[in-house]
């Protein structure tokens, strides 16, 4: 049974930064991208950030950019999102994701995902 599980989301003040972190299990995922969703209240699941298989190649949605690292250590099946200089507008639910190709996770429609974790940003 592929599990996803998140941690570090909380709150911050606009300008701060989090780390998020996912592991996952019951699946070989040092094969498959890995990558970050979001979910907004009354807003639709959005892609933030994707990395390959191999960690070579990311990537990110517009809002994310020059603001979001993603990374992988395929070692403990952990997929991570540095988030920096947040804003108000990220604040939402977090969702790790992955799926059989990256084109899956940046449209936001992963074959897996965790619980999620919220990230508030205070103005």
């Known amino acids: 049974q592929v599990q996803l599980v998140e941690s570090g989301g909380g709150l911050v003040q606009a300008g701060g930064s989090l780390r998020l972190s996912c592991v996952a299990s019951?699946?070989?995922?040092?094969?498959?991208?890995m990558g970050w969703l979001r979910q907004a209240p009354g807003k639709e699941r959005e892609f933030v950030a994707a990395?390959?298989?191999?960690?070579?190649?990311?990537y990110y949605a517009d809002s994310a950019k020059g603001r979001f690292t993603i990374s992988r250590d395929s070692a403990k099946n952990t997929v991570y999102l540095q988030m920096n200089s947040l804003k108000p507008e990220d604040t939402a639910v977090y969702y790790c994701?992955?799926?059989?190709?990256?084109?899956?996770?940046?449209?936001?429609?992963?074959?897996?995902w965790g619980q999620g974790t919220q990230v508030t940003v205070s103005s």
């Open positions: 994701a992955t799926a059989s190709s990256q084109e899956y996770l940046k449209t936001a429609a992963p074959a897996y």
């Open positions: 019951g699946r070989t995922f040092s094969r498959y991208p």
């Open positions: 990395i390959s298989w191999s960690g070579g190649t990311t």
